[in-house]
């Protein structure tokens, strides 16, 4: 019966996969919005209750990889000082290691990144719920820190802070490429004041 279960979770997997680099595909030659759930779901050789199964709407397939990343920062885990996570600045360089890890996992594809920037910025509904999911990245992070016994409050404004230095590092760096190096100096900006940005 395991066996079954991993043939199932493959083939949900592979379907994911192809909807996602079809909507991919189809929002790049033809903009997000010429392009229908139909017509993602007929390039990825789906049907409608497939991409349904997987996506609530085609504007949710703009955010797969996010959904990835959440599910990846329920598996990592927080180095905390030998002092603990008592103090925000404690808190911030716990979660720095994790943030730089995710986003260099976001950055892996840079091609895809910048389509996905792009796309974000050409649309006002997309960049709503970019907010919203990047929210959703914050709880998690202070979740890995309320984990470790570090106050709830504290969690919550070093998440916060974490988050601040990526939106930073996103809005400035001249290219995607350099998200990781400017989320990392915005961060010792932070952990380090008086550092040059």
Same mark, same amino acid.
């Given at each position: ?62 955010? @797969?990889? /996010? ?7 329920? =598996?990592? +885990?927080?180095? !905390?000082?030998? #002092?603990? $996570? ?71 404004? @070093?998440? /916060? ?7 930073? =590092?996103? +809005?400035?760096? !001249?290219?995607? #490429?350099? $998200? ?18």
């Amino acid at each position: 019966m395991p066996e079954d279960l991993s043939l199932i979770e493959r083939k949900r997997r592979q379907a994911r996969r192809r909807i996602v680099a079809a909507a991919d595909e189809l929002f790049a030659a033809r903009g997000f919005d010429a392009v229908s759930v139909n017509d993602i779901a007929e390039r990825a050789e789906v049907g409608r209750t497939t991409f349904f199964r997987h996506f609530g709407d085609k504007q949710e397939v703009v955010f @797969a990889r /996010e959904q990835e990343l959440l599910d990846l920062i329920a =598996a990592e +885990r927080v180095e !905390p000082a030998a #002092a603990g $996570l008592g103090t925000l600045l404690d808190a911030v360089r716990a979660l720095e290691p994790v943030l730089l890890r995710l986003l260099d996992r976001m950055t892996a594809d840079l091609a895809g990144y910048r389509r996905h920037l792009q796309l974000i910025e050409q649309h006002a509904e997309l960049a709503a719920r970019d907010a919203v999911k990047m929210q959703g990245v914050a709880l998690r992070l202070r979740d890995l820190l309320t984990a470790q016994d570090c106050p709830d409050g504290t969690a919550t404004l @070093a998440a /916060e802070i974490a988050m601040a230095c990526y939106w930073t =590092a996103r +809005r400035t760096a !001249p290219d995607p #490429a350099d $998200l990781v190096g400017a989320t990392r100096r915005a961060l010792r900006q932070v952990l380090e004041p008086g550092t040059a940005g």
